[in-house]
């Protein structure tokens, strides 16, 4: 009988890894493997934990060590590849290991019964049911620009980042799908697998990954991806998956029978042993920042993988971060343009701006754009509206005393639901009535102040009673399905005049768009935060090019038109879209950054404290920057955040910044370290690399 020590890393805050006692139950059972997964008692508690480590004797008293009840033997163990991945994040995002490689884990698999386990394994096992025979695709032969890329990028050996910079309709799909496609037929493809021996080699060979920012832009992706490759099998992930088919997902990946593996920013740490390429479409995309727990950069952690493995990695996107370009410009990342529009014919839109100082628009709407519209419905083609503020009106005040829709809670307005009849805080998610009458007056003539996409909503139904249209927004979407249900419609051309939240914004393929009118964008050019500028560039370029992407073979494409309603139609950042000038809003942005001495230019990290009162928050910072010291990075002053409070918690922070990664990360582990030992019982987290100051 033989037995050993394992070492354990578990989902806890406790920045340590654990040892357990382990012996074999029979003479035949198998031997543990690091990379095995293992349920073992914690408290009194029994929890799945990874074997990072085999010992014969532990460091501490192993009298005191208790027994491992069972190893999940069920899996081959994840790559030593995966482990570093794990790793990897856990330094640099200063979280314990196990904090970072189970929460990331589907949660059946986690749980101390095996049942849901071991169907999904059964459910693996069966033969695939037929597939129902999908229309052989249309398969466009690549134009020069494409093809050159797809050449860069199958021509690699080795690591390559490569930013393939395309502008909006370019056809960047096309480059993904082929570039895949030659990876995963590669000839000098290692029979191989690469890092582990699983006795169940698949038919194909490789594995590529591909993720895209939003779980609504994955079914269209996903049926592309289909289509293109009916002989393999092709695994999403993304957290709205109902958790087996979760499960079956992530082991189909983990066990490389998925050769295409479609998800969000969470699949960047899903197991896959056979990985060949990792692609990330609009890498410029926020959505790639997880907010909470281990606050990571997907597109960064992709980056990270593909060196690693060695093999390459593509950053697609019309407005690339900047941070991306700068690695263009320096020669770090390979540039691949693709400067013109795919489709036939098809052009990017003209973008016109219309100054709000000289046209009025009393219900948010302009008299040019209510013509141009008109002009679509006439026509038959359908428009888009763009605004980033849902609900019916930001706040509701009271003409009589000068009362206003506060949350009692937050730093924040209610904002009015008018369909529901609700005032609902979108920071905290208080709800209430819509008082009939003012609560401070009794004035019962409360105004709504300011617009979202409901009362746009109303006013097109007034002015264009017979059209069809269709709102898109986080709360006409709530139900399941119900975004991918309204997508379809505008697709169908069920749909003359959509209109929508950034939801709409995003790498759709609305053939049928010829006008996409923007809202109110002006806001973002005084925000606080650094980053607002080049957020809202990308998003309005995002924006205008879903419009004309179709294009005809006759060159008769119906001219499509992009109009933004703004104050300041001076502003040089309309100015770049105007002329439809990503490369030089970049290179601005970057020399305005370097003079400012913002990021890419400095490294930052951000401490982050709650607490009852906003001293305390602010005392614990203080306390936390008395810590230590160190050469090259500097702590600047607590400050309360922007939305100071939310849920009736007070919030502060505290920034750090230097111009030397290594040294920024010199200085967190041991300051986490000796935080960690203050024992604080404030909440506090620890962002690396923050987006949102
Ligand atoms: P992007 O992601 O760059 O915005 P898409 O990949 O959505 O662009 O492609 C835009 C449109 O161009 C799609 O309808 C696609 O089918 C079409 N397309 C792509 N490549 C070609 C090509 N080589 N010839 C003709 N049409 C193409
Ligand atoms: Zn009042
Ligand atoms: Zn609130």
């Known amino acids: 009988m033989s037995r050993r020590i394992l070492t354990l890393a578990l989902d806890t805050p406790l920045d340590t890894v654990f040892d357990y006692r382990w012996s074999s139950p029979t003479d035949e059972s198998p031997e543990p493997q690091v990379g095995q997964f293992a349920l073992v008692p914690f408290g ?136 895949a496609e030659r990876l995963l037929n590669a000839e000098n493809n290692p029979e191989n697998n690469r890092e582990n021996n699983q006795d169940d080699t698949p038919e194909h060979r490789g594995q590529v990954l591909i993720l895209v920012p939003e779980i609504n832009l994955t079914p269209q992706l996903e049926a592309s991806v289909r289509a293109r490759f009916p002989e393999l099998t092709v695994a999403t992930l993304h957290s709205q998956l109902a958790e087996g088919e979760r499960l079956r997902h992530w082991i189909a990946a983990h066990q490389g029978k998925a050769a295409i593996v479609l998800g969000t920013r969470l699949s960047v740490l899903a197991s896959l042993p056979q990985l ?54 320096r020669g770090r990342y390979r540039l691949l343009p693709l400067t013109q529009r795919a489709a036939a014919n098809a052009q990017l839109p003209r973008v016109g701006l219309i100054d709000l100082e000289v046209q009025k628009a009393p219900d948010g709407l302009s008299t040019p754009l209510i013509a141009a519209l008109r002009a679509r419905l006439e026509r038959g083609e359908q428009s888009l509206l763009f605004l980033n503020r849902r609900g019916y009106a930001p706040v509701i005040h009271c003409d009589a005393c000068g009362w206003i829709s506060n949350c009692r809670r937050c730093t924040a307005f209610m904002v009015l639901h008018k369909p529901e009849r609700r005032l609902r805080c979108h920071h905290c998610s208080l709800e209430m009535r819509v008082p009939v009458h003012c609560p401070t007056c009794g004035n019962v003539d409360l105004q709504p102040m300011g617009r979202g996409t409901q009362r ?18 986080a709360d006409s979407t709530r139900r399941k399905g119900s975004a991918q249900a309204a997508f379809e419609s505008v697709h169908r051309g069920d749909v003359d005049i959509l209109l929508g939240t950034q939801m709409v914004a995003k790498g759709h393929d609305f053939q ?55 104050r300041y139609p001076q502003h040089p950042l309309y100015r770049a879209v105007l002329a439809h000038d990503y490369a030089g809003f970049a290179e601005s942005t970057l020399a305005e950054r370097k003079a400012a001495g913002l990021p890419p230019f400095v490294f930052q990290a951000l401490l982050r404290a709650e607490a009852r009162t906003l001293q305390d928050a602010l005392d614990f910072l203080q306390q936390a920057s008395d810590l230590m010291t160190a050469e090259g990075v500097v702590l600047n002053e607590p400050v309360p955040m922007t939305i100071t409070r939310v849920a009736g918690v007070e919030r502060a922070q505290l920034l750090l910044e230097s111009a030397s990664r290594p040294q920024l990360q010199a200085f967190l582990k041991p300051w986490m370290h000796a935080l960690r030992q203050l024992k604080s019982r404030l909440r506090w987290s620890l962002e690396v690399d923050p987006v949102d100051i």
């Open 456 to 473: 746009i909503e109303e006013h097109l139904q007034v002015l264009f009673p017979e059209a069809r249209i269709l709102r898109i927004d």
């Open 44 to 179: 009194r508690r029994e929890v799945v934990g990874l074997i990072v480590d085999i010992k014969l004797s532990s460091d501490v008293d192993e009298a005191k060590l208790r027994e491992v009840i069972a190893l999940r033997t069920q899996l081959a163990p994840v790559s030593a590849h995966w482990i570093a991945l794990c790793r990897f994040a856990a330094e640099y995002y200063q979280r314990p290991l196990g904090e970072v490689a189970l929460p990331c884990l589907p949660k059946h698999f986690r749980a101390a019964k095996t049942v849901a386990l071991d169907r999904a394994l059964k459910k693996l096992d069966q033969p695939a049911a037929a597939t129902t025979t999908v229309t052989p695709p249309s398969r466009p032969s690549l134009n020069q620009e494409q093809q050159a890329a797809v050449d860069a990028i199958a021509g690699t050996t080795g690591f390559q980042t490569h930013l393939l910079f395309g502008v909006t309709g370019s056809g960047k799909t096309e480059v993904y799908l082929h570039a």
């Open 512 to 566: 049928r768009l010829t006008l996409v009118g923007v809202l109110n964008p002006d806001t973002a050019l005084f925000s606080q935060d650094y980053r607002a500028g080049e957020r809202l560039f990308a998003q309005l370029m995002q924006v205008a090019g879903r419009a004309g992407r179709a294009g005809g073979h006759d060159g008769s494409a119906p001219a499509s038109e992009v109009l933004i309603q703004t």
């Open 276 to 329: 060949r390429l990792i692609i990330v479409d609009e890498e410029h995309d926020p959505s790639y920042k997880q907010q909470e727990g281990l606050r990571y950069s997907a597109r960064d952690l992709a980056v990270w993988r593909a060196r690693q493995l060695d093999i390459p990695v593509v950053l697609g996107s019309a407005t690339p971060s900047v941070e991306s370009w700068q690695h263009a410009q």
